[in-house]
């Protein structure tokens, strides 16, 4: 006999004998996740932090730090009046950064009202997440896991708990901005190296990673080391498994970087043609 509260349920029945519980195997089954609801917690996960996002740079309010006053906004308009001619490093050092996303940001910020451009740079800055899905999702398949493991999921929570991302949501600062580029990088190598070795054809996908990362770097230069990592860490991989075929996709991955850096390559030639330094002032 089993009490429950103040109830009292009889395990047998005088007619029919002992009742049949639930087999202790069936019970494990349910408690299991199905595949299918396994593979969209990820997804819940980020769209539940999106949506967090949103509300929190709302409730935050203007953000007006010193970087934006000191060199963000004004090296934007700077960009689209061309004031170079004229203007000499009014910002200090700050002045010879790559001065195409502050230009969008100043574009955005002279357009539009609070929180519409706050909620729009956040939207950028949020694409990172279905990225980041997409690479845990890619580890986890190499692992031998066909649905997204705790691990994964834990490593996926702890990405979006960063509190330097948190703080640069919906502002000025593009280290968040460019980093959806950084991690397209980091997604396509993944999946090419897969391919690889599976013996499928791969090129395209080591060229994506090499545009992805040179676009980065080409927009904000801190993002470079990110770009020669990330080309060790595939020929590391690769070169075990036949040298001549890592060296033709890493010759892909190199050619991607270039195409990618190429459309910001304008303000290296032109630092290179006033200061006789593409890298000005390092």
Known sequence: MVVVGMTEISAFNSSQGPCRCPDASILRRNLILSPKL???IPWLLTSAVSLLALGFVYRRGVDINWDMRNYHYFFGYSLIHWRFDTDIAP?????FYNPIPLAIFYLVLSSLKFPAYAWIIAAVQLSSLPVLVL???????????ETPSPAGCLAL???VAAPLWWSELGTTFYSSTTAPLVL???LFGLRGVRMASNAQPARLHFALAGGAMGFAAGLKLTNGPFAVSLTLALAIVMFPLRARIAARYLCSYVMGLAAGFAPTSWWNVFLFQRWGNPVFPY
């Open 38 to 40: 396994a593979r969209r």
């Open 91 to 95: 910002a200090g050092i700050s002045s």
């Open 135 to 145: 690479i845990c999702r890619e580890i986890d398949r190499e692992l031998g896991h």
């Open 157 to 159: 929570g702890l990405c």
């Open 184 to 186: 397209l990088g980091v």
